[in-house]
């Protein structure tokens, strides 16, 4: 079987999923940093909490992936350091995010998300790396779910133009 030898921890990552692990560990560098700084800006607790979740969650990630590299010998995108811990209080009126603004960009970053998940898992050959991006990929979906039931009990949903299309009756 040669390098493909059906232990997927041994087989060497190929361009493609080498650049796809490293650029999901840097734009979740960048998102754990942007979700800190929502946390000192958001009002709401329901909110506050799943971002919150998802800076958990994502920094599980980069763990995982990041180990990932380093057991091939590839150096590690940067990281952001923390955010300091503020209240939305201490954030001028005019200055802060307002809750529904940091849902939207939460709920569009999820999707994008999904997206980066599904390539990685489309073009890898290793399993692990396929099933980890699964994983993911699956997480993202139940928290988005979770964060358009909240979208929707808040009023903060702004949907597109709805079709009425008449409907068949059985």
């Known amino acids: ?3 493909l030898n059906g232990n997927p921890k041994l087989e060497p990552l190929h361009e493609g ?4 692990v490293w650029s999901y560990i840097i734009a979740n ?11 000192n800006h958001a009002g709401d607790r329901a909110l506050k909490s799943l971002l919150e979740e998802t800076v958990h969650t994502i920094k599980a990630e980069v763990q995982h992936t990041s180990e990932i590299l380093k057991a091939n010998g590839i150096a590690l995108p940067p990281a952001l350091p923390d955010r300091p811990v503020a209240t939305a ?7 802060r995010f307002m809750d529904a603004e940091i849902s939207a960009i939460l709920s569009a970053n999820i999707a994008q998300g999904l997206v980066a998940c599904s390539q990685v898992m489309g073009q890898s050959i290793r399993e692990d790396i396929g099933m980890m991006f699964g994983q993911f990929h699956t997480d993202k979906a139940l928290f988005g779910a ?3 039931k909240l979208n929707k009990d808040k009023a903060w949903l702004i949907p597109p133009p709805l079709h009425d299309a008449p409907r068949l009756t059985q």
Do not use: C
């Not at 560098?29 to 946390?39: C, E, M, P, V």
């Not at 209080?89 to 200055?95: M, N, Y």
């Open 29 to 39: 560098n960048g998102l754990i940093s942007i979700y800190q700084a929502f946390i």
């Open 1 to 3: 079987m040669g390098i």
């Open 89 to 95: 209080e201490d954030i001028p009126v005019g200055a």
């Open 17 to 20: 999923e080498v650049f796809g």
């Open 146 to 148: 979770k964060l358009l």
